[in-house]
């Protein structure tokens, strides 16, 4: 079946240090792949999606690649900021199967 | 636009007992999903209804089950509770069903039920 994998967490990074958290996939066909966050407290939040090999998704100055020779979409972000901080979580929807497969989520701190 | 809302946000139940979750779409959104969050299991697919119809349905025993009405709100019932049904249970929306290709889903705040 379906799967993602993420990478261990809790990360912890200074203010306006690289972000890299890597996702990587198994799934047959062709998935959609999507990055999630969730601030403490709240449901999930759509950071960014791709739908189809070499697309790139963003928003708010993250960025995520669809590879699809490396079954992975990795999160990256230049610059963190303190109100970067929560848990990132890597999902897919594969064509016939109707439904989000999440992976474990990465929790992320950012230190001022 | 609003968007997911869940109620209640917070419930605290006794073991054995039976506990509904409510849940209202986006405004036009026709698929209704759920999904349980739990520290031990992460995220988990509950089920997923569409024009009143469930079409998916996860890994969960009978206990768990659903409905959609014609306005597209959804609730799902919990019956005879156990300790490790208390989890986040998370409510999400999207226009149609998820289909591989473009489909978004929205999630609300989600519903914090305790069993004790």
């Known amino acids: 079946g379906d799967s993602v994998t993420q990478m261990e967490g809790p990360v912890t990074l200074s203010e306006e240090a690289f972000l890299t958290i890597n996702c990587t996939y198994t799934a047959t066909g062709y998935p959609s792949l999507f990055w999630y966050v969730q601030y403490p407290g709240e449901g999930l939040q759509l950071l960014l999606k791709?739908?189809?090999?070499?697309d790139k998704g963003s928003n708010k100055g993250f960025e995520a690649t669809y590879r699809k020779e490396t079954t992975s979409f990795h999160l990256e972000k230049g610059s963190v900021q303190v109100s970067d901080s929560a848990v990132y979580f890597c999902?897919?929807?594969?064509?016939?199967?109707?439904?989000?497969?999440f992976g474990t989520g990465t929790r992320l701190t950012i230190i001022p | 636009k609003a968007g997911v809302t869940q109620t209640p946000r917070y419930l605290i139940k006794t073991r054995g007992q039976q506990v509904t979750l409510s849940c209202s779409p986006i405004s036009g959104h026709r698929s209704v999903s759920w999904y349980q969050q739990t520290p031990g299991q992460g995220l988990q697919f509950l089920f997923e209804y569409f024009s009143e119809t469930q079409r998916n349905k996860g890994n969960f025993p009978g206990r768990f089950s659903g409905r959609q009405f014609s306005n597209s709100r959804s609730e799902m019932n919990v019956s005879t509770l156990e300790l490790g049904d208390s989890a986040l249970y998370l409510c999400?929306?999207?226009?149609?069903?998820?289909?591989?290709?473009?489909?978004?889903?929205?999630f609300g705040p989600g519903t914090r039920l305790t069993v004790t």
């Open positions: 999902a897919l929807v594969n064509f016939g199967n109707e439904k989000l497969t």
């Open positions: 791709a739908t189809k090999a070499d």
């Open positions: 999400a929306s999207s226009l149609v069903p998820l289909a591989g290709q473009g489909s978004e889903q929205y």
